[in-house]
């Protein structure tokens, strides 16, 4: 059996725990209480508190992590690797996702299965899928955590 380590951090959308195998970043769950277990810290927590903290200042668009998802098919773990391809800032359809897998006619149903089973939010950027017409769609998150990351990285608005 693999031992995870966490690290605690605060942010913008509440408390995040980051889960480490010491190989890669395995997991973050949203709503983590602020209190540290009594665990060692590792290279790649190290990290992720680092790149988490540009991140929510505003300093870093993209992650340089190592991951290590614990869970998830070949299917899921291809439609993650498409999330990962979504620009800072910009946003994509369930459908336009679906297209790029060259999935049928009900890909984007099957592609909204595999973005909410996503391990590892915000670093798999699961909150830039939106629906079809640009609306907010489910979020594991909650909708107001969703729709915080993506003002965030639009930043400020002019007027």
Same mark, same amino acid.
């Given at each position: 059996? %693999?031992?995870?380590?966490?690290?605690? *951090?605060?942010?913008?959308?509440?408390? @995040?725990?980051?889960?480490?195998?010491?190989?890669? *970043?395995?997991a973050?769950?949203?709503?983590?209480?602020?209190?540290?277990?009594?665990?060692?810290?590792?290279?790649? +927590?190290?990290?992720?508190? !680092? =790149?988490l $903290?540009?991140?929510? !200042?505003?300093?870093r668009?993209?992650?340089? #992590?190592? @991951?290590?998802? /614990?869970?998830?098919?070949?299917? =899921?773990?291809?439609?993650?690797? =498409? #999330?990962?391809?979504?620009?800072? $800032?910009?946003? !994509?359809?369930?459908?336009?996702?679906? !297209? /790029? @897998?060259? #999935?049928g006619?009900? $890909?984007a /149903?099957?592609?909204?299965?595999? &973005?909410?089973? &996503?391990?590892?939010? *915000?670093?798999?950027?699961?909150? /830039? *899928?939106?629906?079809? &017409?640009?609306t +907010? %769609? $489910?979020?594991?998150?909650? #909708?107001?955590?969703? =729709?915080? +990351?993506?003002?965030l990285?639009?930043?400020?608005?002019?007027f």
């Amino acid at each position: 059996m %693999t031992v995870t380590i966490t690290a605690y *951090v605060d942010s913008p959308i509440g408390g @995040l725990r980051i889960h480490s195998d010491g190989t890669g *970043v395995v997991a973050i769950d949203f709503g983590a209480d602020p209190v540290e277990p009594d665990s060692p810290r590792d290279a790649v +927590l190290d990290a992720a508190v !680092a =790149q988490l $903290g540009e991140y929510f !200042a505003g300093e870093r668009t993209t992650f340089d #992590l190592p @991951l290590a998802p /614990r869970k998830g098919s070949a299917f =899921q773990r291809a439609v993650w690797k =498409q #999330l990962v391809d979504i620009p800072y $800032g910009e946003t !994509a359809t369930y459908g336009e996702i679906a !297209a /790029r @897998l060259e #999935l049928g006619a009900f $890909g984007a /149903r099957a592609v909204g299965s595999a &973005n909410a089973s &996503n391990p590892i939010p *915000v670093i798999v950027p699961c909150h /830039r *899928v939106v629906g079809a &017409n640009g609306t +907010l %769609t $489910g979020y594991a998150g909650g #909708l107001d955590r969703k =729709q915080t +990351l993506l003002d965030l990285e639009r930043g400020p608005a002019l007027f």
